[in-house]
C-alpha cells in the first residue's frame, strides 16, 4: 500500500454574534475572514502488515509520528496553518469537525479524527485584529489502500 496525503481546508467566516435573528443594528463591526496559509499533509507511508495503523501530525510543532504497522516513506509532512482577521481585540470561535473522509481515484477511503488546534481555550484576535494558528490530526488507515488521498476540513470563524 502507497499512501500520499492532502487535504484542502475550506474557510467559513461569520460575523453574527450568539443571536442569528436579531435585526440589524448600526454597529459596524468587521466581517470575519479566514485564510488558508497552509494545507494538512500526512505526506507518504505504506502499510506493513494487515492491521493497519496511524499517522499523527502535530498542530504546534508539526511533527509526524507514525505507529503501527505504518512505514513512514519521507516526504515533508506539515500542519496545516490559517488565519483569521476581524476587529482588533474580538474574542472568536473556531470550529472543526472532529472527523473527516478522505478519498482516493481509485475508489479507498481513509479517515481523520481528532483534528485539533494550537489555540487558546479562548482564542482573541490581537491589536491587529489577526489571529494565527495551526492545526494537526491523526489519520487512520485500515487494510489495504492505496492512492492520493484528498478531503475538505471545513473551518468556521464567529466572534464570540
Request: charged share 20%; no cysteine.
Amino acid at each position: 500500500m502507497g499512501v500520499a496525503l492532502a487535504l484542502t481546508p475550506v474557510a467559513f467566516a461569520q460575523d453574527f454574534g450568539a443571536d442569528l435573528f436579531a435585526r440589524e443594528s448600526g454597529d459596524k463591526t468587521k466581517p470575519l475572514n479566514i485564510e488558508i496559509r497552509s494545507s494538512l499533509d500526512f505526506s507518504r507511508a505504506t502499510s506493513t502488515g494487515a492491521s493497519g495503523g496511524s499517522i499523527a501530525i502535530d498542530p504546534n510543532s508539526g511533527a509526524r509520528t507514525v505507529s503501527g504497522d505504518i512505514l513512514d516513506l519521507g516526504g515533508s509532512p506539515f500542519a496545516g496553518s490559517a488565519v483569521v482577521t476581524g476587529e482588533s481585540g474580538r474574542a472568536v470561535r473556531i470550529e472543526m469537525p472532529s472527523t473527516i473522509r478522505l478519498s482516493s481515484a481509485t475508489g479507498g477511503s481513509v479517515e481523520i479524527v481528532n483534528l485539533r488546534t494550537n489555540l487558546s481555550p479562548a482564542p482573541r484576535l490581537d491589536m491587529y485584529g489577526r489571529l494565527e494558528f495551526s492545526f494537526g490530526g491523526d489519520l487512520l488507515l485500515k487494510g489495504n489502500v492505496s492512492g492520493q488521498f484528498r478531503g475538505r476540513i471545513p473551518i468556521t470563524a464567529e466572534y464570540e
